[in-house]
């Protein structure tokens, strides 16, 4: 005997409020220090069964005298919990580049906040974020 596959479908279900994102660019680094380029706060409210996907990307030039570049989404702020970085990915000063760091936040804070950091090591003068993107899914 042979049975067809359990299948359920979607079409009525709304997962907007768990998907969220900004594209808005809060700053740029200024020489070496850590710099939130992205700020995103998710709903609250919402179950938890899993955990958080987030993910970030950034197009940016690197400025002078940088070396290499750490993209790390945190919890909160620039001394928040690290969930992911890049690592120091070789760079090279007054070149364009677009990168991408993604992960997963088993658990989030209360207050629901991430940020996008960048650090660009040996920078002496400011690097321009372009263009920027952190989005979070609540599973």
Request: proline share 4%; with cysteine; glycine share 12%.
């Amino acid at each position: 005997m042979s049975t067809a596959p359990f299948q359920w479908g979607a079409a009525g279900i709304d997962l907007s409020g768990r998907m969220v994102y900004s594209k808005t660019v809060a700053a740029s680094p200024s020489g070496s220090a850590e710099t939130t380029i992205c700020t995103l706060t998710i709903p609250g409210g919402l179950a938890l069964a899993s955990g958080v996907l987030l993910g970030g990307w950034a197009a940016y030039t690197v400025g002078t005298s940088g070396v290499s570049v750490n993209l790390k989404i945190r919890q909160t702020s620039t001394s928040g919990s690290t969930i992911v970085a890049t690592g120091a990915a070789t760079k090279t000063a007054g070149s364009l580049y677009a990168d991408d760091v993604n992960g997963v936040d088993t658990s989030p804070p209360a207050a629901g906040v991430y940020v996008l950091t960048m650090t660009v090591a040996s920078g002496a003068a400011t690097s321009t974020v372009s263009a920027v993107i952190l989005f979070a899914i609540v599973i």
